[in-house]
């Protein structure tokens, strides 16, 4: 049985009398409170469970860690071994309320011979999704995992005897057993004054000196005992951590630890069929990620596994149910539009499986090319012409005098002005424009030819695929290689961090305070100086 009940319901007693209840669904555990139903319906769930039902059931945390009547059937819960597990989630994740709520779960089998609760507090795992909180795919997947598997995380998962429980008078607030809390960026008073990066902090990135064990020499190097400094020099510090020969193996490892796990996956996933379930695929390819990233240093195996299922969501899945209805099929199909007055307009072409960009990159990348360079060409003419306008668009510039500058005025003008001698200056540079506006109207009409020619080419070569092009098409070009660049920038980002906390920390302890008082005091005598020159007197 899973539940999600109105949260401390004020009126869980209406017509029934909870001491003479026919159920006995309150006996031998006590009656909830007349005006707090949460355990209300957490007994109603155990009641109706048989000897090896199993429930969960969504609650506000003070079911945790309530007084009184509440305790006593908290205590009465726990000595009868009914509560398996409780998870923590975030706060701010349920309309209508900002508190955070947790999941009890209940097992009644084995109840007798439970020694403890195994608890999970999940409530730092979420993202902002509007005015409100939302766990990710991750989030969840971490949770089930954590909790099948009874995983002992820290700060996050743990097994709670119920020796200890019962130290802690039966009060099952989660901050009470796992302390979920980051540890605190320190700042070190005797960095500050006397200079040099603390050890300790140093120390904290161990993960990195763990896979890169002479990158640490390579950043920094010995101060006095405690303390270092910076052995590159701040502006180099990403190019000295991205050129190191342990850093670049490992970066190529992990490159190479992707692509055969994208090797295998792009084999089954070429024998999808017409009639394949794309939520098994889903599942499938996940637990798949998820495994084989799982214990790779430095990277999250959750955070790929994120990443996968985000495309999913996206793109991938629409893709899979086209396939489960079609099969391999890509045919295009005009895009009409009706305006306001109901009339129809075709906007062109599309295909959703295998989108017109990976036609044009595969068969016709040499078109493309062309197509950029004259878009190159034109963004630069253009760019040519908007400077002349401003070089010369003052009140006495070779642009005054036109009511607006376009080809019709800037011609009249010219025509206007051929005989005049003393307007040499603004002839050429209206001429100059003219020149560059004739180019500019001779790229566009040739780039917009060109990408009707490109658009047309792309659209007949749709009949002429084979299934195994269609195959390479979505599952190399469009879902591994898309899967494959957010996987990468996932490793841009483990790196980034490195830099980031090595600048962090060089910048925080630059300066000690010795050298930023003799700084000052050389200030104030320059100002002092300055003051008397100016015939004032500093007090």
Same mark, same amino acid.
Request: hydrophobic fraction near 40%.
């Given at each position: 049985?899973?539940?999600?009940?109105?949260?401390?319901?004020?009126?869980?007693?209406?017509?029934?009398?909870?001491?003479?209840?026919?159920?006995?669904?309150?006996?031998?555990?006590?009656?909830?409170?007349?005006?707090?139903?949460?355990?209300?319906?957490?007994?109603?769930?155990?009641?109706?469970?048989?000897?090896?039902?199993?429930?969960?059931?969504? =609650?506000?945390?003070?079911?945790?860690?309530?007084?009184?009547?509440?305790?006593?059937?908290?205590?009465?819960?726990?000595?009868?071994?009914?509560?398996?597990?409780?998870?923590?989630?975030?706060?701010?994740?349920?309309?209508?309320?900002?508190?955070?709520?947790?999941?009890?779960?209940?097992?009644?089998?084995?109840?007798?011979?439970?020694?403890?609760?195994?608890?999970?507090?999940?409530?730092?795992?979420?993202?902002?999704?509007?005015?409100?909180?939302?766990?990710?795919?991750?989030?969840?997947?971490?949770?089930?995992?954590?909790?099948?598997?009874?995983?002992?995380?820290?700060?996050?998962?743990?097994?709670?005897?119920?020796?200890?429980?019962?130290?802690?008078?039966?009060?099952?607030?989660?901050?009470?057993?796992?302390?979920?809390?980051?540890?605190?960026?320190?700042?070190?008073?005797?960095?500050?004054?006397?200079?040099?990066?603390?050890?300790?902090?140093?120390?904290?990135?161990?993960?990195?000196?763990?896979?890169?064990?002479?990158?640490?020499?390579?950043?920094?190097?010995?101060?006095?005992?405690?303390?270092?400094?910076?052995?590159?020099?701040?502006?180099?510090?990403?190019?000295?951590?991205?050129?190191?020969?342990?850093?670049?193996?490992?970066?190529?490892?992990?490159?190479?630890?992707?692509?055969?796990?994208?090797?295998?996956?792009?084999?089954?996933?070429?024998?999808?069929?017409?009639?394949?379930?794309?939520?098994?695929?889903?599942?499938?390819?996940?637990?798949? =990620?998820?495994?084989?990233?799982?214990?790779?240093? =430095?990277?999250?195996?959750?955070?790929?596994?994120?990443?996968?299922?985000?495309?999913?969501?996206?793109?991938?899945?629409?893709?899979?149910?086209?396939?489960?209805?079609?099969?391999?099929?890509?045919?295009?199909?005009?895009?009409?539009?009706?305006?306001?007055?109901?009339?129809?307009?075709?906007?062109?072409?599309?295909?959703?499986?295998?989108?017109?960009?990976?036609?044009?990159?595969?068969?016709?990348?040499?078109?493309?090319?062309?197509?950029?360079?004259?878009?190159?060409?034109?963004?630069?003419?253009?760019?040519?012409?908007?400077?002349?306008?401003?070089?010369?668009?003052?009140?006495?510039?070779?642009?005054?005098?036109?009511?607006?500058?376009?080809?019709?005025?800037?011609?009249?003008?010219?025509?206007?002005?051929?005989?005049?001698?003393?307007?040499?200056?603004?002839?050429?540079?209206?001429?100059?424009?003219?020149?560059?506006?004739?180019?500019?109207?001779?790229?566009?009409?040739? =780039?917009?030819?060109?990408?009707?020619?490109?658009?047309?080419?792309?659209?007949?070569?749709?009949?002429?695929?084979?299934?195994?092009?269609?195959?390479?098409?979505?599952?190399?070009?469009?879902?591994?290689?898309?899967?494959?660049?957010?996987?990468?920038?996932?490793?841009?980002?483990?790196?980034?961090?490195?830099?980031?906390?090595?600048?962090?920390?060089?910048?925080?302890?630059?300066?000690?305070?010795?050298?930023?008082?003799?700084?000052?005091?050389?200030?104030?005598?320059?100002?002092?100086?300055?003051?008397?020159?100016?015939?004032?007197?500093?007090?």
């Amino acid at each position: 049985m899973v539940a999600n009940p109105p949260f401390s319901d004020k009126r869980w007693s209406n017509g029934i009398d909870p001491l003479h209840d026919p159920y006995d669904r309150f006996q031998p555990f006590g009656a909830p409170p007349a005006r707090q139903g949460d355990y209300a319906y957490l007994l109603h769930i155990v009641r109706s469970l048989k000897s090896t039902g199993k429930g969960a059931c969504i =609650l506000p945390h003070g079911v945790l860690f309530r007084g009184n009547a509440e305790a006593g059937i908290r205590r009465n819960l726990i000595r009868k071994g009914y509560i398996k597990g409780i998870i923590g989630l975030p706060a701010n994740l349920f309309y209508g309320t900002g508190i955070p709520a947790c999941i009890v779960v209940v097992d009644k089998q084995d109840a007798h011979a439970r020694k403890g609760i195994f608890m999970i507090d999940a409530s730092g795992g979420f993202m902002k999704d509007g005015p409100k909180n939302r766990l990710r795919a991750q989030d969840i997947q971490r949770i089930v995992d954590v909790f099948n598997k009874r995983l002992e995380v820290p700060k996050y998962a743990r097994m709670v005897s119920v020796e200890e429980i019962e130290k802690n008078e039966f009060n099952l607030n989660l901050p009470r057993y796992i302390d979920s809390q980051q540890p605190e960026d320190i700042q070190d008073i005797e960095g500050h004054l006397r200079g040099g990066i603390p050890t300790a902090d140093v120390d904290a990135l161990q993960g990195y000196w763990t896979v890169c064990p002479q990158l640490r020499e390579t950043l920094f190097k010995p101060n006095r005992p405690g303390y270092v400094d910076l052995a590159v020099e701040k502006t180099a510090i990403k190019s000295a951590i991205y050129d190191h020969p342990e850093f670049a193996a490992f970066i190529s490892g992990m490159n190479a630890h992707f692509a055969a796990w994208r090797q295998k996956t792009a084999r089954t996933l070429r024998e999808l069929k017409a009639g394949c379930h794309p939520k098994e695929i889903i599942a499938a390819l996940s637990e798949d =990620l998820l495994a084989h990233y799982t214990g790779k240093p =430095l990277i999250d195996n959750y955070d790929v596994y994120q990443h996968l299922m985000d495309y999913w969501s996206e793109t991938m899945q629409d893709d899979c149910y086209l396939i489960a209805a079609d099969g391999w099929r890509a045919e295009t199909s005009r895009i009409i539009e009706k305006d306001k007055k109901g009339k129809e307009k075709d906007k062109g072409w599309n295909c959703d499986l295998v989108p017109k960009a990976l036609i044009v990159a595969r068969y016709f990348a040499k078109d493309q090319t062309a197509i950029d360079q004259l878009a190159a060409e034109l963004e630069s003419v253009t760019a040519k012409l908007a400077e002349l306008e401003e070089e010369h668009g003052g009140e006495e510039g070779a642009f005054s005098e036109l009511e607006k500058v376009n080809n019709a005025c800037v011609t009249a003008r010219v025509k206007e002005i051929k005989v005049d001698m003393e307007a040499t200056a603004e002839s050429a540079a209206l001429n100059d424009w003219l020149k560059h506006n004739e180019q500019e109207s001779d790229l566009k009409k040739r =780039l917009k030819d060109a990408e009707i020619a490109l658009d047309a080419k792309a659209c007949a070569h749709y009949p002429k695929l084979t299934e195994v092009e269609i195959q390479t098409l979505v599952v190399d070009d469009k879902w591994l290689a898309t899967v494959d660049g957010t996987i990468h920038g996932e490793m841009d980002r483990v790196s980034q961090q490195l830099t980031r906390r090595v600048r962090e920390l060089a910048e925080r302890y630059k300066q000690p305070l010795p050298e930023i008082e003799r700084e000052v005091a050389a200030l104030e005598t320059r100002v002092r100086g300055h003051l008397e020159q100016m015939g004032l007197r500093w007090r």
